[in-house]
C-alpha cells in the first residue's frame, strides 16, 4: 500500500496496537517515551514538532473524518476516539484514555481548548498514573473558572476589573447588577474562552440578548453554562503576560499584544506590545508571577489582562493552558514553550532564569481563518482546492491543514497561525505583508484580504490599537483594500501581461509555428479595473530579453502618454502568481480565476477581477448588454452554513429593521439574523434544527 | 489585389468612425488613382485613366455598399440588440489583418418581388488565422435581408466550405438568419440542401463549428446540427425547428423565443447546443481558444509547446476519493490536476451533467477526457450521458485526438423512464464509439466500475490500449450488497457476506490478475503515466476492417 499512497495511517491506526508494556513501568530514560497528543489541528502539530525533536513518540487521537488530517500522518501512531462531533471524540474522555491505554503514552499534552482545562479528564488521568503536561487540577480548577480565579487574584495582589465576584443567575438579578456596575457590561461564561460564550451589553435589552444566547453557547461549547458579569473597559488594549514556572517559582515572559479582536476572538497578535514600558511590563509580569506561585501553578499559562489608555491594567483571567499565540512569545525570547511544558510536567526544574527572557525583535502572528471577511466574518466551509504556503526569512506557519482538506462545521475554522518576525516591529510587518502575498488558499473564504488590509492601516501601523480596533476602523464592515490609481495602474500591467502571455502561449501551436510567416502576439490591450480603463502598449525590451518589457499607458488617440512608460521585468511565473518587477519595486499577484475576458487576480490582499480586451474588443464592447444580477431581496438568505436553532417571528408577523429573525449556530457561534428592513413576513421555509447551506432562503417577506 | 486590401481597411475604419459619429459620408476614391498613376502612359492618357476610373469607381461604389451592408439603420438596430455586425464579429475571431475576402461583390439573381440587392447578398465568407492556424468563416449579416439564404448566398457558403475540405481547415459559421430567401422560392430550399450535403461530406473530414449568434429556425437548423460543435449566445440568439406560433397555432401553448431554442434551453435540456456565453464578444473570444485546441483535420496533431511538466506529482489525488463508496467527490477536480496547468476545456458543462466531457492539453498534445461524475447521478449511465460522450468519443475518433477515460461508473441508471425512451438502444451508442475508436484510449478506474457499464467505459476489451485503476479501484459486476442479496438469497449474516465479497471483488485485484487492468498506479503519478503512454501510443496504427461504414446504432 505504501507504494500506492503516501500515507502511513492506513495502516497504524489500526486497532488492537498489542504493545501490553505497561504504562506505569519506570523507564531507564530522562524523558517519557511516548506522548499522546489530545487535540487536532495546527496545535497538535505543534506539539509533536516539539516531541519529534526531543525524540518522544507521539500518539495523535481523531475523529472518523480527521483520519487524513495532517495531525494523524505526523504522528507516530492514530486512535480513532469517535464520530466526528467534538462532544463524541476530540471530548470523549472515556475513548481517549482507552486510546492511551492501547498505545502506552506516559503523558498527555492536551493543546488548547477541546480538555486543555478539564479538570475531570486531568484526575481520569491522574487515576491512571499518566501525567497531563499542564497544571495540576487544583490550579486548573481555581484558575480555570472566572470566578475563583478573580477572588484568588484580588488576593495575590493583582489589580482587578469592577465588576460582581461571585456566579450570575436569573435575568433580573444580571440587570440589576450590570445597572450597579454601570454600562457597558460584559457578560461571559465562567469556563468561557475563544470569545464564545461572551458578549458586550450596553442596555437592559442587550443583556437580556446576550445573556441567553453567552449561556446556550456556553452550554454547548464547554458544557457548564454558569455565568458572570463585569465592567467593559471601551477602548482597552488586551495585553497578556506568559508565565512558566515549575511549581517554584514562575518566571514571567515578555508581553504580547492581542488587542485586534473581532467578535472577542483575537485575529493578529504582536509581541512585545508597542504601548508597554519597561516598568509597565515588570510590574504586570511580577504580579502574573505572584499569581502563579499562590496556586502553586506548574506549566505553561497565561495571565490576561486589559490596559486601559493610561496604562493601568486590570486582571481578566488566566488561562491555564498553551496559548494559541504562544508562537510569537518562542520568537522573541527563543525558546520553545512547549518542551518547556514536558520538562516540567516530567519533573525537571527549569534551567532559564527570569534574566534569561529579553526581548530579541519583534514578532506578529496573523490567524487565518476560513471565513468570510466581506460578510462580517462568518465561517467559511469547504474543500481547500489549492494551498501554497509561504516561506523564507523571519517566516512561520503552525498549520494543521493541506491542500485537499476538508473545513467542516465541526470544528474550528482556523487554517493556520501566520508569524512573522524581525529585529523590529516595522520588518515584522513588512515580512507579514510578503507572507500574505505569497499565501495562496483557494476553495474557501478567508481573511487574508483583511490581514493584508490591517497591515496598512495608519493606527496599525503606528501601533494605536486597541479592542475596538476592528469596529473603529471598519464601521461598515470591511469592504477590501483601496487601491491607489498607482496599484490600479500595476494592476493592469499585470492583467494585460498575463493575457500577452496566455497568447503567447497560444501562438505555440503547430500550425503557427509551421507558418513561413507566423502570427505573433498583439501588444496594444485595454486594461479595465473598476471604472478605469487603461490603454496599455507593450513593447519587448531591446536586449532580447523574454521577460522585460517596456509598458506605455496610452491616450484615447492610441499616442503613448508622455513619461507614462515604465519598465517591467516578469521574475517569477507560475499558474498561481505572478511576480514582477514595476519600475525599481516588486509587485506580487495572485492569479485566481480566468475569466473569458478577465482574470481574477489578488493583489495587496484583495482580489478583483482586471479585466483585458484587444482594441476591437473594447470598441465594441460597448454594444453588449448588461446582464442583470437577480434580485434577493425579499428573502432572508442563511449568510453561511450551520443549523437554525430557532425563529423569533412566525408568517404574518410584522417587523422592523434590526429585529431578530432567526438564529443560526455555525462553529458552535450562535449568530442572530435580523429583519433586513421594515416588513412582513410571508414565509418561513425552513424549521428549527434544520442544517441550511450558504445563502440558502430562510425566511421570505412580503 | 493589394489595392483592394488597402481600400477595404480604409473603409472599414471610416465606416467605424461614422458608426461611432453617427453620420455618413461617401468614402474616397483616392486610394485607386494615386495606385494606378505609375502605370499610366503619356500616349492615349486621357482615354484610359478615364475608362479605368470609371471601373475603379464602380469597384469603389459596390465594395462600400458590401461593406456598409442593410445600411446604418439596420446596422443600429443590430448593436441595439447587443448584436455585433457581421464584419464586426469576424474581425473579432480572426488574428489582426488576417482575413481575406471572397465573393463581395456577389449578388442574388431573383426578379421577383423587388428583393433589394446589396452586393455580398448577406454573409461574409473567407479564410484567415487564428492564433495563426488556418480556418475558413462565414458570417451571417441579417441587416441584408434579414441575412436571409438565397442561392447566391448559399454558393458562397459552398465555396469556402469546399475550399475548407480540399486544404484540410476547418470551418467556422457565425449564424445569424431569418431563414429561407422566401422571395426565392424552392431556390433557397435547393441552397439549403447544398450546404446540408458539403456539411455531411465534411463530416470527419475537418471540424465544423457552429456559432448560432441570432435566430437560425427552421430547416436552417440542420446546418449547423451536423456540424461538430454549436456554440450560443445568451438571450440574442435561438434555434427551432418551428417557431412560438406555429407551436400555439398548433399545440395552443404559449412559450417564447427564449424557452423553447433558446441558449439555456439546448445547453441544459436538449443537449442541441454545446457551449453558451453572455455575449457576442465572450463568445468569440472562446471559439478561439476552441479553435486553438483542435486539429485541422484527421492527418494533423493538435500540438503546441508544453508549459508544465510531465512527471508533475499531485499527492492530492491519493487522498481525494472518500472512504464511503456512496460519497460524492468531484471528478472535473481529478482531470485538472492532470492535465497541463490545470486547465480544461469543458464540452456541455450544463447537459447530462452525470458525465464529463472536454479537452485539456498533456505535454501540450490535446487529449479528449471523458469521465464519469459521482456527483451527479452517482456518476450513472443514463440516455443523455451515452448520447453525449458517444458524440464526443467519436469526434475524438475522427480527428485522431487521444481519448483519456475516468472510470467512476456505478451501471445504467434504472427506471421505467430510461428502459421506455431506449436506454438500450443509446447506451449502445457509447458502446459502439469507444469500441469503433482507433485513437489512442488511456483508462483509468478511480473507483467504481461496475457491470455493463464497466465494459462501455473505454475497456481493456473494447482495445483500450492502456487500462490502469487505482488502488481505490473496483471492478465487479454489481455493488455488494446486490450482489450479496443474489448470491446468498437472504440467508446468514448480510454484514458478513458483504464482507466477504468485498474482499473478494471490491478492488482491483481480481482484474489486475487477469491482465484487464495493466497495472494499479499511486494516484499522484496519474498524469506521469498519461503522459508517457501518450509518447508511446503517439505512432499507434489500428484500423476497423474494410467497410463502407458501419451502422451505428441511432
Known amino acids: ?702 | 489585389m493589394l489595392g483592394r486590401r488597402l481600400l477595404n481597411k480604409t473603409t472599414l475604419s471610416i465606416l467605424k468612425q461614422q458608426t461611432k459619429t453617427g453620420s455618413l459620408v461617401c468614402s474616397s476614391k483616392k486610394c485607386f488613382s494615386t495606385t494606378t498613376t505609375a502605370t499610366k502612359e503619356p500616349f492615349k492618357a486621357v482615354r484610359i485613366e478615364s475608362q479605368i476610373d470609371r471601373v475603379l469607381g464602380r469597384i469603389q461604389e459596390e465594395s462600400d455598399r458590401a461593406e456598409l451592408g442593410g445600411g446604418i439603420k439596420r446596422i443600429d438596430a443590430q448593436h441595439a440588440k447587443g448584436k455585433l455586425l457581421a464584419r464586426e464579429r469576424i474581425e473579432l475571431l480572426l488574428d489582426e489583418g488576417s482575413f481575406r475576402e471572397y465573393d463581395m461583390l456577389v449578388t442574388h439573381r431573383c426578379q421577383d418581388f423587388n428583393v433589394e440587392k446589396i452586393p455580398g447578398d448577406g454573409v461574409v465568407t473567407g479564410h484567415g488565422t487564428i492564433n495563426g492556424k488556418l480556418v475558413f468563416v462565414f458570417s451571417q449579416d441579417s441587416t441584408v435581408n434579414g441575412g436571409s439564404l438565397s442561392e447566391a448566398h448559399a454558393e458562397k457558403i459552398c465555396k469556402i466550405m469546399d475550399k475548407a475540405m480540399l486544404v484540410g481547415a476547418p470551418v467556422i459559421g457565425l449564424n445569424d438568419s431569418g431563414g429561407a430567401r422566401i422571395q426565392e422560392g424552392i431556390a433557397s430550399l435547393a441552397g439549403y440542401a447544398e450546404v446540408f450535403q458539403r456539411n455531411v461530406m465534411a463530416s470527419g473530414v475537418i471540424p465544423q463549428i457552429s456559432v448560432i449568434m441570432g435566430p437560425c429556425a427552421g430547416g436552417a437548423v440542420y446546418s449547423p446540427a451536423i456540424t461538430d460543435y454549436i456554440f450560443m449566445v445568451k438571450d440574442t440568439s435561438y434555434l427551432f425547428v418551428t417557431g412560438p406560433d406555429v407551436v400555439k397555432s398548433v399545440t395552443n401553448q404559449e412559450i417564447s423565443q427564449e424557452g423553447l431554442g433558446g441558449a439555456k434551453v439546448h445547453t441544459t435540456k436538449s443537449g442541441v447546443a454545446h457551449l453558451a456565453f453572455d455575449n457576442d464578444i465572450e463568445c468569440l473570444r472562446k471559439v478561439r481558444e476552441f479553435v486553438t485546441l483542435l486539429p485541422s483535420n484527421p492527418n494533423e496533431t493538435a500540438i503546441r509547446e508544453p508549459f508544465d511538466s510531465p512527471s508533475r506529482e499531485d499527492e492530492v489525488l491519493d487522498d481525494i476519493i472518500p472512504d464511503d463508496p456512496n460519497k460524492p467527490y468531484d471528478m472535473k477536480e481529478v482531470i485538472e490536476r492532470i492535465t497541463d496547468e490545470g486547465e480544461f476545456f469543458e464540452i456541455q458543462p450544463d447537459f447530462a451533467k452525470n458525465i464529463i466531457v472536454g479537452y485539456g492539453r498533456m505535454e501540450g498534445r490535446t487529449v479528449g477526457f471523458v469521465a464519469n461524475q459521482p456527483k451527479e447521478l452517482a456518476g450513472c449511465l443514463d440516455i443523455d450521458a451515452s448520447v453525449k460522450a458517444a458524440r464526443f468519443v467519436r469526434f475524438c475518433d475522427c480527428f485522431n485526438i487521444p481519448i483519456v477515460t475516468l472510470v467512476d461508473v456505478p451501471g445504467f441508471l434504472p427506471g421505467t423512464n430510461q428502459e421506455h425512451n431506449g436506454i438500450i438502444r443509446h447506451g449502445a451508442k457509447l458502446l459502439y464509439a469507444y469500441a469503433e475508436a482507433t485513437v489512442p484510449k488511456i483508462s483509468i478506474i478511480t473507483r467504481k466500475a461496475y457491470g455493463g457499464a464497466y465494459d462501455v467505459m473505454s475497456s481493456k476489451h473494447l482495445r483500450g490500449d492502456t487500462n490502469y485503476s487505482w488502488p481505490t479501484g473496483q471492478v465487479a459486476v454489481m455493488g455488494s450488497k446486490g450482489a450479496v442479496e443474489i448470491i446468498f438469497r437472504g440467508k446468514g449474516d448480510i454484514k458478513e457476506q458483504e464482507q466477504i465479497y468485498n474482499d473478494k471483488f471490491a478492488n482491483p485485484l481480481p482484474a489486475a490478475r487477469r491482465g484487464f487492468i495493466d497495472d494499479i498506479i499511486p494516484p499522484r503519478l496519474t498524469r506521469q503515466y498519461i503522459c508517457e503512454d501518450l509518447e508511446m501510443l503517439k505512432n499507434k496504427k489500428l484500423s476497423n476492417p474494410a467497410k463502407k461504414h458501419g451502422n451505428i446504432v441511432l
Open chain 1, 1 to 702: 500500500m505504501n507504494r500506492l499512497f503516501n500515507i502511513q495511517s492506513v495502516i497504524k491506526k489500526q486497532v488492537g496496537w498489542s504493545n501490553s508494556r505497561s504504562f506505569h513501568s519506570t523507564s531507564p530514560n530522562f524523558m517519557f517515551e511516548k506522548i499522546l497528543i489530545a487535540n487536532r489541528g495546527e496545535i497538535a502539530c505543534r506539539v509533536m514538532e516539539t516531541c519529534q525533536k526531543m525524540g518522544i513518540k507521539t500518539v495523535a487521537i481523531h475523529s472518523d473524518v480527521d483520519k487524513n488530517a495532517k495531525h494523524v500522518q505526523l504522528a507516530d501512531e492514530a486512535i480513532c476516539v469517535g464520530p466526528a462531533p467534538t462532544s463524541e471524540s476530540y471530548l470523549n474522555i472515556e475513548a481517549i484514555i482507552e486510546a492511551i491505554k492501547m498505545t502506552g503514552a506516559q503523558a498527555v499534552h492536551p493543546g488548547y481548548g477541546f480538555l486543555s482545562e478539564n479538570a475531570k479528564f486531568v484526575k481520569e488521568l491522574e487515576k491512571i498514573g499518566v501525567t497531563f503536561i499542564g497544571p495540576g487540577s487544583y490550579a486548573m480548577h481555581a484558575l480555570g473558572d472566572k470566578i475563583e480565579s478573580k477572588r484568588i487574584a484580588k488576593e495575590a495582589g493583582v489589580s482587578v476589573v469592577p465588576g460582581f465576584i461571585g456566579e450570575v443567575d436569573g435575568i433580573d438579578h444580571v440587570i440589576k447588577i450590570a445597572n450597579d456596575i454601570g454600562y457597558p457590561v460584559m457578560v461571559k461564561a465562567s469556563a468561557g474562552g475563544g470569545g464564545k460564550g461572551m458578549r458586550i451589553c450596553r442596555n437592559d435589552e442587550d443583556v437580556k440578548i446576550g445573556f441567553r444566547l453567552s449561556k446556550q453557547e456556553a452550554k454547548s461549547s464547554f458544557g457548564d453554562d454558569r455565568m458572570l458579569i463585569e465592567k467593559y473597559i471601551e477602548h482597552g488594549r488586551h495585553i497578556e503576560i506568559q508565565i512558566l514556572s515549575d511549581g517554584d517559582n514562575a518566571l514571567y515572559f515578555p508581553e504580547r499584544e492581542c488587542s485586534i479582536q473581532r467578535r472577542n476572538q483575537k485575529v493578529i497578535e504582536e509581541a512585545p506590545s508597542s504601548f508597554i514600558t519597561p516598568e509597565v511590563r515588570e510590574r504586570m509580569g511580577k504580579e502574573a508571577a505572584a499569581l502563579a506561585n499562590k496556586v502553586g501553578y506548574k506549566s505553561a499559562g497565561t495571565v490576561e489582562f486589559l490596559v486601559d489608555s493610561e496604562r493601568n491594567h486590570y486582571f481578566l483571567e488566566m488561562n491555564t493552558r498553551l496559548q494559541v499565540e504562544h508562537p510569537i512569545t518562542e520568537e522573541i525570547t527563543k525558546q520553545d514553550l512547549v518542551e518547556h511544558m514536558i520538562r516540567v510536567a516530567y519533573g525537571e526544574k527549569l534551567k532559564i532564569k527570569q534574566e534569561d527572557l529579553k526581548i530579541h525583535g519583534w514578532a506578529m502572528e496573523s490567524r487565518v481563518y476560513a471565513e468570510d471577511p466581506y460578510r462580517n466574518f462568518l465561517p467559511s466551509i469547504g474543500r481547500i482546492k489549492k494551498y501554497i504556503r509561504p516561506s523564507g526569512t523571519g517566516v512561520r506557519i503552525d498549520g494543521g491543514i493541506f491542500e485537499g482538506a476538508e473545513i467542516s462545521t465541526y470544528y474550528d475554522p482556523l487554517i493556520s497561525k501566520l508569524i512573522t518576525y524581525g529585529e523590529d516591529r516595522k520588518t515584522a510587518i513588512t515580512r507579514m505583508k510578503r507572507a500574505l502575498d505569497e499565501y495562496f488558499i483557494e476553495g474557501v473564504n478567508h481573511n487574508v484580504p483583511f490581514l493584508r488590509d490591517v497591515m496598512e492601516n495608519k493606527d496599525f501601523m503606528e501601533g494605536d490599537i486597541n479592542t475596538s480596533f476592528i469596529p473603529q476602523e471598519y464601521p461598515e464592515g470591511f469592504k477590501g483594500y483601496n487601491f491607489t490609481p498607482k496599484q490600479i495602474q500595476s494592476l493592469s500591467i499585470a492583467g494585460v501581461l498575463l493575457r500577452f502571455i496566455e497568447q503567447h502561449k497560444s501562438l505555440t501551436n503547430s500550425s503557427n509555428s509551421n507558418r513561413t510567416s507566423s502570427v505573433s502576439p498583439d501588444i496594444v490591450y485595454i486594461a479595465k479595473v473598476g471604472n478605469v480603463s487603461s490603454p496599455l502598449q507593450f513593447v519587448p525590451s531591446e536586449d532580447g530579453s523574454n521577460n522585460k518589457f517596456f509598458a506605455q499607458f496610452l491616450n484615447e488617440e492610441g499616442d503613448a502618454i508622455k513619461d507614462s512608460d515604465v519598465t517591467v521585468e516578469l521574475v517569477d511565473s507560475t499558474p498561481q502568481f505572478m511576480k514582477l518587477k514595476i519600475g525599481s519595486s516588486i509587485h506580487r499577484f495572485q492569479i485566481h480565476k480566468k475569466g473569458i475576458t478577465s482574470f481574477t487576480i489578488q493583489y495587496h490582499g484583495t482580489k478583483i477581477p482586471v479585466t483585458v480586451l484587444s482594441p476591437e474588443e473594447d470598441s465594441l464592447s460597448k454594444y453588449m448588454p448588461v446582464k442583470k444580477s437577480v434580485d434577493n431581496s425579499n428573502s432572508l438568505l442563511s449568510p453561511m452554513p450551520g443549523t437554525v436553532l430557532s425563529f423569533a417571528v412566525k408568517p404574518g408577523d410584522k417587523v422592523v429593521v434590526g429585529q431578530e429573525l432567526c438564529i443560526v449556530e455555525a462553529m458552535k457561534m450562535q449568530n442572530v439574523l435580523r429583519a433586513p428592513r421594515d416588513c412582513e413576513i410571508k414565509s418561513i421555509t425552513v424549521k428549527p434544527g434544520q442544517v441550511v447551506a450558504v445563502d440558502e432562503v430562510l425566511v421570505e417577506f412580503k
